[in-house]
């Protein structure tokens, strides 16, 4: 039983590894996506800043309020990289070689999984960084960028997930890539610009209390700007991304044995 369980981390630890050492090699899966997110971070901060002044801002940074959505849209890109990297191992025949060897089924998923997840994480911390450089103050201190990371590293662990069942599920990087994209209204679906008390439009409303990024930004929000006066809403944060982990890694899991059984 040991001897199974030492294989199973051996082998993940390995196939993590073989994962992280091509995105080195790689860095165009990433760098281009992360330049946007800084982008992007620039812009909306330029740009939509003064709708801080509104009451219902009561007085927040708006550069503490948009950040996490930077972060969360890195994940597009950056975690849906493990989706792609498994595609090329489908089409060069790695995957089906890798079957014939005696490595765990679970190690062979997670592996990607697990780098694209680190590589969100990084994302996250150069983002922060930037963050810092034009002004960002943290209400909850180090250990509130700490936490901050942790949310990052649960979302990129779901995305990852996804992104991983996905490929093994169409099993060529068009359809792969494609199915990624279902993320993007994801983002724009929530509290992206404003405050959940300024949306107007109630279907819009709705859509943001079904979206669990809507919980993932307030949890991080709530860290930048309050530090951890309030706990409920990053609490409820945890929450919704961990039930997102066990979803997609889910998928992802029966996804790989389906592929298994075809190959």
Known sequence: MNDQKGSFVGDTVVMTKRSLITILRNPLIFIPNLAISMFFLFVYEAGLSGIANLPAFEGANYLAFILPVSIVSAAIGGAGGAGQALVKDLDNGFFSRILLTPT???AIVLGPIIAGMIQLVVQAALIIAVGFLLGLEVAGGTLGVFIVLLLTLGWGLAFAGYSVGIALRAKNAQSAQAGTFIFFPL????TTFVPYELIEAQWLKVAATLNP???LFEAMRTILIDGFGEPWPIILGFIVIGG???????FSAISAKRAVSTD
Do not use: E, K
Not at 187 to 190: D, N, W
């Open 213 to 215: 990024v809507t919980y």
């Open 187 to 190: 983002i724009f679906l929530s």
């Open 244 to 250: 997102l982990c066990v979803i997609t890694i889910t």
């Open 104 to 106: 765990s089924r679970l």
